[in-house]
């Protein structure tokens, strides 16, 4: 993942998508925060599977992270 490449911590490095099989079991795997995004087809279609309760957060729209990630 792009994280290590950059030097930044995974657990302090939150990947944002709405595929669980794309985006939120490998920025998992990786050791990444993840957020999925209920948006598009994607994001309706899966987010009632097991590998989207498993994110760490599930949100509606990308201006939902500012209040996520500073509590």
């Keep these: 993942m792009r ?3 950059a030097g930044a911590d995974p657990h302090r ?3 944002v998508g709405d595929h669980p099989q794309n985006d ?3 920025a998992a795997a990786a050791g ?3 957020a999925h995004l209920r948006r598009g087809p994607y994001g309706h279609l899966w987010a009632d599977t097991s590998e ?5 957060w ?3 729209a ?3 992270l500012p209040v996520l990630l500073t509590s």
């Excluded at 989207?52 to 760490?56: G, L, N």
Aim: hydrophobic share 45%.
């Design 58 to 60: 599930r949100i509606t």
């Design 32 to 34: 990444l925060r993840t």
């Design 62 to 64: 990308l201006t939902d």
């Design 13 to 15: 490095t939150v990947y």
């Design 3 to 5: 994280s290590h490449f």
């Design 24 to 26: 939120i079991a490998p």
């Design 52 to 56: 989207v309760r498993a994110a760490d």
